[in-house]
């Protein structure tokens, strides 16, 4: 894992490089010269993967960042433009024991040194452990099994009765750890207890485990499909054409948002599609108006229901429109009449006459609370909703995507995380950012299949894996037909190095795929849209996959044995 996260960082190193060393508007100098034009930090972070730059002030020749209190600080690396010819003076710069380290620029023989100063922001990130190295009874060295998803140490010396730690290495480097009931770093079997960290007031601790290193995640060899879709030839009514452009799926009901042969918002059990016979109740629509269209967008959250419609020009006589439903019975609820106002970074910021309702994004935790997110049509304007209990929206606020998200974008919480979203769309790659989208990192569309969109990162039996789906933009595109892919996302002991590492060798290979749209050319639209979804059931991991013209397709994955 090690070599596959440096050679991540390697390429994110090199890019910022060519773009620093792109800027056409600097003019070679002289040889001789020592001048600083540009300065990045290039392993900020946590992960080592953030590239942060700096403010030179020329006159005094200094250099001031902003770096979170996570960033290595004991080893920091910097990417350069300088001067023709010249080169600094080190590859890292510790500023463990101050946060201003002077630099020094050579050329030949001619130097300058400007002083850097580094302002770390508070801590933020919980610590983890990335490796242990242990000693067996009998001299043997091995390293230990590290599982971030359940937080255990599997030592595997299953009947060993003791171990001696011989290293924990943790991100942030600097975290102090204690093992809570070792004596000179020796843990017995009968009682091993666990590793503590403290990383500047901030603590996680993982269990120490003498047992091997179990079998974990979803068996993909042993998958039951219940399909109806093109490809089996049992094409769901909702899907003949593209007026169904929005599916979810929470492990237990499937959500349809279609306007085929009318308005219809559809919910199915589980269990009817298991028997192959999918029907499901429709949702009540009775004040259910305005808009291009009446309703669009769906999603599930914890077992409630939202739906959009759409608005191709935000204003008093086409709001954007958000309803709910606390179950199938149900009316539905107004949560969100829309007219365009929203904050901005410097202000109110007015989005009317945008187009909003392509798409729905909720992401809620278990009590309601979180946030809404639309992307507008040509995928240049995020508009966020703060939500509590569900069916409380406020704070409407404008926020610009970390790339353009043309036409069906799709923004999802990754699993078990509080500030990680996956952000997708047909014309996009793969983004891993905040809750207000600020990049983390990024798959590029050269690593994953053209069109996929609507990707989520899961976790199913201590495992994460990547699902997503792609669309398909009429026959002429050339696009394939619309595709469930699912990719190994658990070597990584953050989403984001786990990103890094699934990229490392160029494109992945994915664990399992199914063609919905199959070889009927009826299933060639020119909605490229695409629908992701999953859950967990009975100890299974199912997974759905949903597009116009397409159908649907839901998989059942038992447990590794």
């Known amino acids: 894992m090690k070599n596959k996260i440096l050679y991540g960082f390697v390429l994110m190193m090199g890019f910022f490089a060519l773009t620093g060393c792109s800027d056409d508007s600097i003019v070679e100098n002289p040889s001789g010269e020592t001048f600083i034009y540009r300065l990045f930090i290039a392993n900020g972070g946590l992960a080592g993967t953030d590239a942060i730059q700096g403010v030179i002030d020329e006159e005094t020749r200094t250099i001031t960042f902003n770096a ?195 308005y219809n918002v559809r919910v199915i059990p589980f269990n009817e599609i298991k028997s192959g016979n999918p029907g499901g109740v429709s949702l009540n629509l009775d004040g259910v108006e305005m808009g291009t269209f009446l309703v669009s967008a769906g999603r599930i959250s914890h077992g409630h229901y939202y739906v959009s419609n759409l608005s191709t020009s935000v204003g008093e006589d086409q709001p954007l429109k958000l309803y709910y439903w606390d179950n199938t019975s149900s009316k539905p609820q107004v949560l969100l009449e829309f007219l365009g106002a929203a904050n901005g970074p410097e202000g109110e910021v007015d989005l009317s006459k945008l187009r909003f309702g392509d798409n729905l994004n909720v992401c809620l935790d278990e009590s309601g609370n979180g946030y809404i997110y639309f992307v507008t049509q040509d995928g240049t304007a995020v508009l966020r909703y703060n939500v509590t209990g569900f069916t409380n929206l406020e704070s409407p606020t404008y926020i610009v995507p970390p790339t353009t998200l043309s036409y069906y974008a799709a923004i999802n919480q990754v699993d078990g995380k509080d500030n990680e979203y996956t952000v997708t769309s047909v014309q996009a790659g793969i983004y891993l950012t905040d809750a207000d989208l600020n990049p983390i990192t990024f798959i590029d569309q050269d690593n994953i299949p053209i069109r996929c969109t609507d990707a989520r990162v899961i976790t199913f039996d201590s495992e994460r894996y990547l699902i997503t789906t792609s669309g398909r933009w009429g026959s002429w595109s050339g696009d394939a037909e619309q595709t469930l892919y699912i990719y190994d996302l658990s070597d990584g002991a953050t989403t984001a190095l786990a990103m890094m590492n699934l990229i490392a060798d160029g494109a992945p290979q994915p664990l399992f795929t199914f063609v919905i749209g199959g070889s009927n050319p009826a299933s060639f639209g020119s909605a490229p849209s695409a629908s992701t979804g999953w859950g967990v059931g009975n100890g299974m991991l199912r997974v759905m996959a949903a597009a116009p013209k397409a159908g649907f397709a839901i998989f059942e994955f038992p447990e590794r044995e």
């Open 68 to 262: 979170p209190a996570e960033t290595d600080i004991e080893a920091i690396k910097f990417n350069s433009k300088l001067s023709l010819g010249a080169h600094l003076d080190r590859e890292t710069y510790d500023f463990s024991q101050s946060n201003t380290v002077p630099v020094t620029v050579i050329n030949g023989e001619n130097s300058s040194t400007y002083q850097v100063t580094i302002n770390f922001d508070e801590p933020k990130e919980t610590p983890i452990i990335t490796a242990v190295r242990l000693r067996l009874p009998d001299g043997t060295e091995k390293n230990a099994y590290v599982s971030e998803i359940d937080k255990s140490i599997y030592l595997g010396a299953d009947s060993c009765g003791y171990v001696e730690i011989l290293s924990i290495s943790c991100l942030p480097k600097r975290t102090v750890t204690i093992l809570t009931m070792a004596t000179n770093n020796v843990v017995q079997e009968y009682n091993p207890g666990s590793i503590e960290l403290d990383f500047m007031g901030i603590k996680s601790e993982y269990r120490l485990l003498f047992a091997a290193i179990p079998v974990f995640g979803a068996d993909f060899t042993k998958g039951t499909q219940y399909a109806f879709c093109n490809a089996t030839g049992n094409l769901f009514g909702d899907f003949v054409g593209e007026n169904t452009r929005s599916a979810d799926f929470d492990g237990n009901n499937l959500l349809i948002v279609s306007r085929e042969g009318g």
